[in-house]
């Protein structure tokens, strides 16, 4: 379980405020369940255009999304990390508890992050309620990664420009047990019926893929 620690400062003078709306109204309110559909994989594995693609499909549904990506997020609420260990881990913890608050907000919330380490993937699982967490493993074969390079990140890597780059320098710990496993090398197209059909069994998708 992933304890939260108290700030410093005020102490014991911070105390969680419940509020008379639960998740649960809202959930009514929207008429689906809020979940968190958790994309990870290497960098050009294609996580962030199926979790794109995956929202518009999810929208058309009329469920209420919000997709969290790794680069936008780093434009504003994780601008001052960096790509040490540490800061990955920062930049996970953050992402975490806004993805919590709109879980609770009876959201459902796409993040696509690299997130190598199998660590703060269990640590974000453990900040959203039981059954509300989806690890989604987009397993693309590193080869394939380098070839598409989308930013150039790979080639920068090679180049020296680039230390601690996941796939290359620093390890990805593959899920071990991920909810929906992806293979990377079939069609974004097949992709998306087979997460539609997933997501249909988890009560977040009624019926008619």
Known sequence: MYLRK????????????????KKNAREYLHKHR?????????SGSGKSTIAGVLEEELYSRSISTYLLD????????????????FDRHENLRRVGEVAALMVDAGLV????????????????????????????????????????DPKGLYRMSDDGMIENFVGVHAVYERPVFPEIYLDGRKSVKYLIKQLLEALICRIVVSGGV
């Open 109 to 148: 919330v796409l993040a696509s992050f690299v997130s190598p380490y199998c660590f703060d993937r269990q640590m974000v699982r453990s900040m959203v309620p039981v059954g509300s967490f989806v690890e989604i493993f987009v397993d693309t074969p590193l080869s394939i990664c380098k070839a598409r």
């Open 34 to 42: 809020a979940m968190l559909l958790w994309f990870t994989g290497l």
């Open 6 to 21: 108290k700030n410093n400062l005020l102490g014991e003078q911070v105390i969680w405020h419940s509020h008379v709306i």
């Open 70 to 85: 790794g680069d936008n997020i780093r434009h504003g609420l994780c601008y001052d990390l960096g790509f040490t260990n």
